[in-house]
């Protein structure tokens, strides 16, 4: 990181903090002596989602917000939470390890997010993934998410134990 008063190469830094998705940094110059901030966001996700139609368009991570925000609209879920919920399923996108993927795909991984966030966020999204036809089929979805809550409170509490075999045993 160079300095933008005199170009000079080192520098220290003053004071660290979360800034959105990444980390704000005053640093000081230790050649001319001035401040300076930095900024470091985490590199975008590379991904091709393939659409319905056949049609591929590279992953936005502003439109997957858009999407859940839409659906947690007037629901008790804390803009923070949508955002975490978006870094999440970013994670597990990356987890899957494929350039590409279809936008089914990407949905049910929200879809698995939205479980654990909000039922009713959940359905709205399943509605406008899935097209319903009848009440049926709604009902069917919810089968699915209960399934997937069970699931996801199964694995908390595995984490949970995991963390409590991690932690040393003083007595
Ligand atoms: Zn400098």
Redesign the pocket.
């Known amino acids: 990181m160079r300095?933008?008063?005199?170009?000079?190469g080192a520098?220290r830094v003053l004071d660290s903090r979360e800034a959105g998705r990444g980390v704000r940094r005053r640093r000081v110059?230790?050649?001319?002596?001035?401040r300076?901030t930095t900024y470091e966001s985490q590199a975008p996700l590379a991904l091709t989602i393939l659409k319905r139609g056949g049609r591929a368009e590279g992953y936005d991570r502003a439109k997957l917000l858009h999407s859940l925000q839409v659906v947690c609209y007037k629901r008790p879920v804390p803009a923070v939470q949508i955002e975490a919920a978006v870094d999440r399923i970013e994670a597990e996108l990356a987890r899957l390890g494929q350039s590409t993927i279809s936008s089914l795909q990407l949905a049910s991984v929200a879809l698995d997010q939205l479980s654990s966030l909000d039922e009713i966020a959940y359905l709205s999204y399943a509605s406008s993934v899935r097209r319903f036809h009848d009440a049926e089929e709604v009902l069917a979805e919810i089968e699915v998410l209960r399934m997937l809550q069970r699931r996801n409170a199964e694995a908390r509490v595995q984490m949970r134990l995991q963390f409590d075999e991690d932690q040393p045993h003083w007595n």
């Open positions: 300095c933008p008063f005199c170009d000079g520098s110059c230790q050649n001319c002596g001035q300076f």
